[in-house]
């Protein structure tokens, strides 16, 4: 049976570098904030995250606002809940049909911003968690994203506590030097094979 590796951390700690790492090992991985995306695009989900808000969300071009929702839900902790229970669930459907492809696979990475924070280790043979430290952490996100350093911190303080993840975590990548964070994998991927 296919084992599911579920693979977190913070904003800005290198998860989407860890998981691209994997898949050019051939691993499969899903992406959740990109299935999120797709699924946020559709119809019926606009409608439905738009009845969540009083102010306008929709584009001109009839797409989510997500820049603004995310500000809107970041300092509303109800907001944010509403929200993930329209999308959590439909990405959990995305990701099940995902996984029945990918059978044949020793293992599977499932790269999920807020697994531990949806308590989504449950459904995973083993977690992985990617960390660096608050500075790293916060340099990678301005140079990424056109936004300001105050919201980073707030991101950062709506997501669970990073000794909490560490506690919570099978495995921990710190990726702050590349090439360390390259081997780290390698060997990471010869022990998944085995679990």
Same mark, same amino acid.
């Given at each position: 049976?296919? &084992? ?16 691209n790492y994997f898949a050019s ?18 119809? &019926? ?7 969540? +808000? ?13 820049? @603004?929702?995310? %500000?809107?839900? +970041?300092?509303? &902790? %109800?907001?944010?809940?509403?929200l993930n229970s329209i999308i959590? =669930?439909?990405?959990?459907?995305? +990701? ?14 499932? #790269?999920?911003?807020?697994? +531990? $924070? !949806?308590?989504? /280790?449950? @459904? ?8 660096? =430290?608050? $500075? !790293? ?7 990424? %994203?056109? !936004?300001? &350093?105050?919201? *980073?911190? /707030?991101? *950062? /303080?709506?997501?669970? =506590?990073?000794? #909490? ?5 099978? @495995?921990?990548? $710190? ?6 964070? @390259? #081997? ?12």
């Amino acid at each position: 049976m296919t &084992k599911i590796i579920g693979l977190t951390g913070g904003i800005g700690t290198g998860k989407t570098t860890v998981a691209n790492y994997f898949a050019s090992k051939g691993i499969p991985v899903y992406i959740a904030d990109e299935a999120a995306k797709e699924i946020m695009n559709t119809k &019926k989900v606009i409608q439905e995250v738009q009845a969540l +808000f009083s102010e306008n969300v929709i584009l001109d071009n009839g797409q989510l606002n997500r820049e @603004y929702i995310r %500000d809107l839900v +970041f300092s509303n &902790k %109800d907001k944010l809940i509403q929200l993930n229970s329209i999308i959590h =669930p439909k990405v959990k459907r995305d +990701f099940d049909n995902w996984l029945s492809q990918h059978q044949d696979a020793p293992f599977v990475i499932k #790269e999920v911003a807020i697994l +531990f $924070e !949806t308590n989504g /280790q449950n @459904y995973c043979d083993a977690t992985i968690l990617v960390t660096a =430290p608050l $500075e !790293t952490q916060i340099q990678r996100v301005l140079e990424r %994203d056109k !936004t300001s &350093k105050d919201i *980073i911190l /707030q991101i *950062i /303080q709506n997501q669970l =506590p990073e000794e #909490e993840k560490i506690r919570l975590a099978t @495995y921990i990548i $710190e990726n702050e030097n590349l090439e360390k964070t @390259y #081997e780290i994998i390698d060997i990471l991927i010869k022990k998944l094979n085995n679990i």
